[in-house]
């Protein structure tokens, strides 16, 4: 199995590979990477120029949170794992697209 390691701006992206094989970055880690300040500003830009982007170049899909319990109080927890999240990715192409 090979492994696949991507960066951009010393930000290691966790590329999510979909059935087509093609390679997708979540918006996320996009703004990470362009030095934004919040995912916003990636959803903001596709927003205002998503007649651009074909339906290879981005898409929506289910993530699962791999995060863990926190306790905000005495007797309060929030429990963060296997959540899931509806989160826009990004192909490569949709990414340069984004940056440009």
Same mark, same amino acid.
């Given at each position: +199995?090979?492994? $696949? /390691? $991507?960066?951009? #701006? ?5 590329? %999510? ?7 997708? $970055?979540?918006?996320?880690?996009? @703004?990470? /990477?362009?030095?934004? &300040?919040?995912? &916003?500003?990636?959803? #903001?830009?596709? #927003? /205002? #120029?998503? *007649?651009?982007?074909?339906?290879? +170049? ?7 949170? @791999?995060?863990?319990?926190? %306790?905000? *109080?005495?007797?309060?927890? &929030? ?17 340069? $697209?984004? @940056? +440009?």
């Amino acid at each position: +199995m090979s492994s $696949l /390691a $991507l960066s951009f #701006n010393e930000v290691k992206f966790n590329p %999510v590979v979909r059935d087509n094989g093609q390679i997708y $970055l979540t918006a996320g880690e996009l @703004a990470q /990477a362009l030095s934004y &300040k919040s995912v &916003k500003s990636v959803s #903001n830009l596709y #927003n /205002a #120029n998503k *007649d651009e982007f074909t339906d290879s +170049m981005t898409q929506i899909i289910e993530s699962v949170t @791999a995060g863990n319990i926190e %306790v905000t *109080d005495s007797v309060t927890s &929030k429990q963060t794992r296997n959540l899931k999240k509806k989160v826009r990715v990004f192909s490569l192409r949709g990414c340069h $697209l984004i @940056a +440009m």
